[in-house]
């Protein structure tokens, strides 16, 4: 299959008429017509950019500091590639203390990058890791309450600016997590899963009806899907099922992705890959089943191990973006520094320095998968067509410009006042 045929279900082409304000068309007008965004969601984490969102000096040592240069380097290597991004609602550090959650500081956040143009998701609603120290003072039922208020608060407070949550996190797991004693994984364990994912989607989509809720984990193993099956048997409504991908142990490559796409799609409904790591240093041994047991004082990046990761990078969203149920794909960290396990995983050096693989994946998005300001005539009628990538345009005439949107074949008006 060739590589246009592949990607069939992202093109688009739409016919535009530019008129005049009275209706009259426009014949014989040169325009400029341009590509703003995807509508193919490419997300990383935003983690690093909340002390830049909130005019907060960043600590030295910490992720996207003054090690990467300056966050507003960090920033527009950010925003030069990325057009979705995610924030942490990690309940044991959102909300440290019960009823002090950090909400101001989230939200200036999340505005931030609504501002330039950014969609925001919030992660995660439900998990037992890095949950609420004090939920452990309380019985489960009173947990189970303060896990729907928690809900309730956040999806409802956020709604406008955070309207698409991972509403469910690692479930497979949840009731059997034996690392540590915590709130959630009591309450699991004693409900269900099935009944704690229904929990976390009722209120959810109960505070925000609108709200695009996803079950996410990285257990890719029959076990998720028969949690999905018994999730979907039950009525709850799961928007979006979330995949995880961190290959610290190895890229997977194309048969195995494949082959885990075609398994999730078969209950028709959008994939996201909400988690991918790839790294550009040596990779973690095969028998580690546990990816957070493996712990090193330095890891780090290599050249060969940053031209593999650069080919690894085109290929791997290459393959999610050929498959028609994939929505989007979130890398997980821009920078090495600060990275999830120390690993080096980010598409930029720690000192800031893109590597190979932003290089690459830059090129994909803005390059092979875009439409560069292109200059067209309209014909005797006012028509131009439009071929490209699905997303968001702009039509560009003197100094007047229209923006519209290129959601398969059809047809857009544009009238110039």
Known sequence: MSPAHAMRHRIGEATVTVLRADGRPLAGLEVTVAQRRHAFGIGNIGFDLIPLANG?????????????????????????VFNTATLPFYWGRFEPQRGRPDTERLRRTAQWFVE??????????VWHTVTAPWLLD??????????RDRIRRDVSEFAGLIDTWDAMNEAVIMPIFDKEDNGITRLCRRNGRI??????????????PGATLLLNDFDLSSAYECL????????????????QSHMHQGYWGEEKTLAILDRFARYGLPIHFTETTLLSGHLMPPEIKDLNDYQLPAWPSTPDGEARQADEVV??????AAHPAVQAVTYWGLTDDGAWLGAPGGLVRADGTPKP?????????????WLAPTRM????????????WLGDYELAVGGTTQGFALTGAGEVEIRLE
């Open 138 to 147: 309380l019985s489960t039922d009173e947990i189970e309450q303060a896990q």
């Open 377 to 388: 005539t309209t014909d005797d009628v006012g028509r131009v067509t439009v071929r490209g």
């Open 116 to 125: 330039r143009g950014v969609a925001v998701k919030g992660h995660p609603l």
């Open 56 to 80: 907060e000096p960043s600590a030295p040592g910490s992720a996207g500091a003054s090690a990467v240069g300056g966050l507003e380097h960090l920033a527009d290597l950010w925003l030069d």
């Open 357 to 369: 693989a932003y290089d690459a994946l830059r090129a994909l998005v803005k390059d092979a998968w």
């Open 228 to 243: 999905i099956e018994g999730v979907l048997e039950a009525g709850v409504q799961i928007d979006v099922i979330g995949l």
């Open 195 to 208: 009944p704690t994912v229904r929990l976390a989607f009722e209120e959810a989509h109960g505070a925000n």
């Open 315 to 320: 290929r791997h969203y290459t393959t999610l």
